[in-house]
């Protein structure tokens, strides 16, 4: 076991009375050298549980044991310099996540720096090997991040993730910002580093197709907590809790023509605010099997088999 997460809680204060759940009762283990895919609605708390697990943002409660040990519930600065040379993190805006003042070579070899605490060491060798190995070339790193297309950027902050080998990768919706063909190929990227770098990965994405292409394994998240989890292609192709089965529902078919053909039927309504959460199922009031104790008593996660997890009183 790489990293196990327990009964996560990730909370922001509003005011003197109100408090948002971001990420509220996660509990998940992942496996080494394992892709473990999370998946929901924009709002639903997969990017705070992603900078949570890489200490860009303390937790309020709960559990993270990586490697056997806990990790602290906020990070000092030895603390980031010890934890960022095993986790890091790729985000989601290729623009906005590279400094537009720093050259390539900066960028890429700032991780090191930071782990050096200074000096004026020469990283070029190593950050020309690393513009090769995600794609691009030794003589880009003089360059700045806007003589890049969005794919190259991406390539860029992979490879300033990965410089320092770390063992586990936060992948925020890596893709989401580039065009279909270049999704691909950074897709691609990633697989093959980690095949060669021996990676664990936490994937998240909108793009259910993608992450079930991408993952080994497959959590879905509502309103700050996991509602099922299981093997990607399980999870997929025989969804079992309600909103899983709208969300697939929901999600295009490459083939036009299936397209076309299939009953539409997307989760209906809004998710509900995450202020103030109260007990019973968060998906009660969008549920189309909504039963009277739903709305006041919570689901348990419950373990159908010994891969499959799903929090709903229908189980
Ligand atoms: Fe629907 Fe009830 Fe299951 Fe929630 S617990 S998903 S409301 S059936």
Redesign the pocket.
Do not use: G, K, S
């Given at each position: 076991m790489l990293l196990e997460v327990r009964n996560l809680q990730t909370h922001f204060k509003i005011g003197r009375k109100k408090t948002v759940h971001a990420v509220d009762g996660v509990s998940l283990k992942i496996e080494e050298n394992e892709i473990l895919g999370l998946v929901g609605e924009s709002g639903c708390g997969k990017s705070t549980l992603g900078k949570t697990l890489a200490g860009l943002q303390p937790r309020t409660g709960g559990h993270i044991i990586f490697r056997g040990k806990e990790l602290p519930q906020r990070y000092s600065v030895a603390d980031f310099r010890r934890n960022s040379r095993e986790i890091q993190m790729i985000f989601q805006d290729p623009y906005a996540s590279l400094n537009p003042r720093m050259t390539v070579k900066e960028i890429i070899s700032e991780p090191m720096r930071l782990q050096a605490g200074g000096g004026s060491s020469d990283y070029g060798p190593l950050v020309g090997q690393w513009l090769e190995r995600v794609g691009l070339k030794p003589e880009h790193m003089a360059r700045y991040p806007h003589e890049f297309s969005g794919g190259q950027r991406q390539r860029i902050g992979i490879a300033r993730a990965l410089i320092l080998q770390p063992k586990f990768v936060v992948c925020d919706e890596p893709i989401s910002a580039l065009d279909v063909s270049v999704q691909a190929q950074v897709i691609s990227l990633l697989q093959e580093l980690k095949e060669t770098l021996g990676l664990t990965l936490l994937f998240i994405a909108h793009d259910l197709s993608m992450v079930r292409y991408i993952s080994d394994r497959m959590a879905v998240m509502y309103l700050g907590s996991v509602?099922e989890e299981g093997p990607s292609d399980e999870v997929y192709f025989e969804p079992k809790?309600?909103?899983t089965q709208m969300l697939i529902a929901s999600n295009p078919a490459p083939d036009p023509a299936l397209e076309r053909s299939r009953p539409h039927d997307p989760p209906k309504g809004e998710i509900p605010s995450p202020i103030n959460l109260g007990e019973g199922?968060?998906?009660?009031a969008r549920?189309p099997?909504?039963?009277p104790h739903?709305h006041t008593e919570t689901?348990k996660p419950k373990h159908t088999d010994s891969k499959r997890m799903i929090?709903?009183?229908?189980y």
């Open positions: 509602i809790h309600p909103y199922c968060r998906f009660a549920c099997e909504a039963m739903c689901p929090a709903c009183h229908l």
